[in-house]
């Protein structure tokens, strides 16, 4: 199941203005990695203030999804500032062991409500993720289809998101 809220994991109230100039192909970067250090509640905090920071300065969405042992993240926006953060991602020594399940155009963004949203998400259902299939997304067709790998990001997500409203109901 897929749990637990951490402070500032808010969506944003209104839509966002993005910079992208338009007709400009969102580019959208997945991976799995595992924690090299231990990641407590205060060290993913601060990780997310950063990143939030950072991402809302760069046009960039995203989730996090973290299970204890593992993360997968979702990172979108456009093309170069994408392969930026993850060149970045990837050189981190905070998580090891990553390996890109997407990496693409797509034709809008899944989380443009969230500059790095983030979940825990049990171990299995982390696992499915890594096992979907990722690789067919058309690239740039503006009616392009999910891929399975990419409906069930969006499904743990809203799951997410519905348990999290009915908490603070
Ligand atoms: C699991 C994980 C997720 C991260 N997510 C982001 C993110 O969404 N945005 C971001 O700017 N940095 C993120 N970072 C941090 C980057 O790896 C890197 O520290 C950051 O881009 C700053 O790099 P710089 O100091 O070279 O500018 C993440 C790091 C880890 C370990």
């Known amino acids: ?5 951490f402070s500032g994991n808010q969506p944003l109230a209104q839509p966002y203005d993005f ?4 007709g400009d192909p969102v580019y959208q970067y997945v991976y799995i990695s595992n924690p090299s250090v231990g990641f407590d509640d205060a060290r993913l905090a601060s990780l997310l203030t950063t990143a939030r920071a950072a991402n809302q300065a760069n046009d960039i969405t995203g989730v996090l999804l973290f299970s204890g ?3 997968v993240q979702c990172i979108e926006g456009c093309n170069e500032t994408v392969q930026r953060l993850a060149e970045n ?3 981190d020594t905070r998580h090891k062991n990553l390996i890109v399940l997407h990496e ?17 998400i049990g171990e299995s259902d982390l696992l499915k993720l890594a ?11 503006k009616n392009s289809t999910k891929t399975t790998g990419q409906e069930l990001l969006c499904e743990f997500w809203s799951i997410f998101r ?3 409203l009915a908490s603070t109901a």
Do not use: K, L
């Open 1 to 5: 199941m897929v749990h637990v809220r």
């Open 19 to 22: 910079h992208n100039i338009e």
């Open 69 to 71: 042992n593992s993360f």
């Open 89 to 91: 991602i990837r050189g």
């Open 104 to 120: 693409g155009e797509v034709s809008e963004r899944s989380f443009a409500q969230w500059f790095m949203g983030c979940a825990f």
């Open 131 to 141: 096992q979907a299939e990722w690789s067919n997304v058309a690239t740039t067709a």
């Open 162 to 164: 519905e348990g999290s």
